[in-house]
């Protein structure tokens, strides 16, 4: 049985157990997130598509915990004297781990 969830702007084919990050929520460890723009589900029975979304359709979630990812660098250059400039970015995410699909 899987879902496809969006959340954050990005569509996720989800499975039980499967762990995934998504974007960085204000949540402790160990507490449940649900998401509910359920997209489309598969099971047993067949498969069934949203327009948009599957109604009734949830697929719960417990935190892991924060994660972060791959630093990025950001360089500025001119063909200048003191023009040069290099920043880093590391994106925050929120780690979890799919605990049920309920459609």
């Known amino acids: 049985m899987y879902a496809i969830i969006s959340d ?11 762990e995934l990050s998504v974007d960085y929520r204000d949540v402790s460890a160990g507490d449940e997130i649900v ?8 099971s047993d029975a067949g498969v069934q598509l949203g327009k948009p979304t599957v ?3 949830s697929v ?17 250059f001119r063909k200048r004297k003191n023009s ?10 929120t780690r979890v781990v799919i605990r049920g699909i309920a459609s």
């Not at 954050?8 to 499967?18: C, D, F, K, M, S």
């Not at 998401?35 to 598969?42: G, I, K, R, T």
């Not at 915990?65 to 990025?72: A, E, F, I, N, Y």
């Open 35 to 42: 998401f509910d723009h359920v997209l489309a589900v598969s």
């Open 8 to 18: 954050g702007g990005r569509q996720y084919r989800v499975e039980g157990g499967q």
């Open 60 to 76: 719960t979630a417990e935190v892991l915990g924060v994660d972060r990812g791959p630093k990025l660098f950001v360089q500025k």
């Open 84 to 93: 040069k400039r290099r920043t880093g970015h590391r994106q925050l995410y």
């Open 55 to 57: 109604d009734g359709a």
